[in-house]
């Protein structure tokens, strides 16, 4: 079967796609040469005597909280309101795909790829906002670890698109049979839950030794 223009251009993209990750871990390289870190095992590292010079830098609690807007102290207490639904949905986020994906046969995500938290080893920062950081960077990447799961659970129960396309679908969406094709759907779902089973996790250089436990 010829290929389409779109599966032209998504052949491309992917391609773009391998080329800018190279470009940015190049760029990340650079980065930490010029901020004089380096990470060793997924931990931050940095050279003799930056933390003292960041140290310098840093605002103190009492300067921070008088410079802040009262809207931001008034609405503190709702984001962090959300801390306990946020925690729930880790546990059964990962005991669902635990239970779940250890029976359809789907390779589970690896957690600690998505929930990179480090913003607290920045010495510029006080208390306040590494609190914050910490809480940001358990909140946004517990969001992009759920929908991974959620894509992988969809390819597998349900890999259809949509009649009308979301503003940011996730990276599986693309292999899905097109709305309305009920041949197609017949025909590949086999294929389509092989592929799924088949997929390799996210490897990144914190998670090469294994799986999420």
């Not at 590292?45 to 009262?70: C, D, N, P, S």
């Amino acid at each position: 079967m010829p290929s389409s223009p779109i599966d032209d251009i998504l052949h491309r993209l992917h391609t773009l796609q391998a080329e800018l990750e190279r470009e940015i871990d190049q760029l990340l390289d650079e980065k930490r040469k010029l901020f004089h870190y380096t990470l060793e095992q997924g931990r931050v590292r940095f050279e003799q005597g930056m933390r003292a010079l960041q140290r310098h830098q840093k605002v103190g609690i009492w300067t921070y909280l008088r410079a802040a807007r009262l809207g931001h102290l008034l609405t503190a207490p709702v984001i962090y309101g959300v801390f306990i639904p946020f925690v729930l949905l880790d546990i059964i986020a990962t005991l669902y795909q635990h239970i779940c994906f250890r029976v359809y046969g789907i390779p589970r995500v690896v957690r600690r790829d998505y929930l990179v938290i480090d913003r607290q080893h920045l010495a510029y920062l006080n208390a306040i906002q590494k609190l914050n950081c910490i809480y940001c960077g358990y909140g946004s990447g517990l969001i992009e670890y759920v929908r991974e799961i959620a894509a992988r659970t969809e390819q597998y129960w349900c890999p259809i698109k949509h009649a009308r396309r979301t503003p940011d679908p996730h990276r599986l969406v693309e292999r899905f049979v097109d709305y309305g094709d009920a041949d197609a759907y017949t025909a590949r779902l086999k294929a389509l839950r092989q592929e799924i089973a088949t997929l390799k996790k996210t490897a990144s250089p914190a998670s090469q030794d294994g799986e999420d436990r």
